[in-house]
């Protein structure tokens, strides 16, 4: 069973910086993926940004040049930089990963006001 231990959320100023961590263990296996997804109220949840163990990285259109995904396989560990919030920006972001089947982290606020 893997776990995942989320923190970096808050509340930030539109137009400020936060930076998302997120820690897996408990896997017998190597990570695929990992990366982060996120849910506004009243909205599904979408894709923020995801990476391979190779290092390859997919970023939802809304955040490209905002946000940068990055990951230490030696850690187990995945983060987003987020960079110049706005309020659209305010969600539940989940951290995910992909071993062999896909687990998520229990969701940490970022809201950001204007």
């Known amino acids: 069973q893997v776990q995942l231990v989320e923190s970096g959320g808050g509340l930030v100023q539109a137009g400020g910086s936060l930076r998302l961590s997120c820690a897996a263990s408990g896997s017998r296996f190597s990570i695929n993926a990992m990366g982060w997804y996120r849910q506004a109220p009243g909205k599904q949840r979408e894709l923020v940004a995801i990476m391979t163990s190779g290092g390859s990285a997919n970023y939802a259109d809304s955040v490209k040049g905002r946000f940068t995904i990055s990951r230490d396989n030696a850690k187990n560990t995945v983060y987003l930089q987020m960079n110049n919030l706005n309020s659209e920006d305010t969600a539940v972001y989940y951290c995910?990963?992909?071993?062999?089947?896909?687990?998520w982290g229990q969701g940490t606020q970022v809201t950001v006001s204007s």
């Open positions: 995910t990963v992909v071993v062999l089947r896909q687990y």
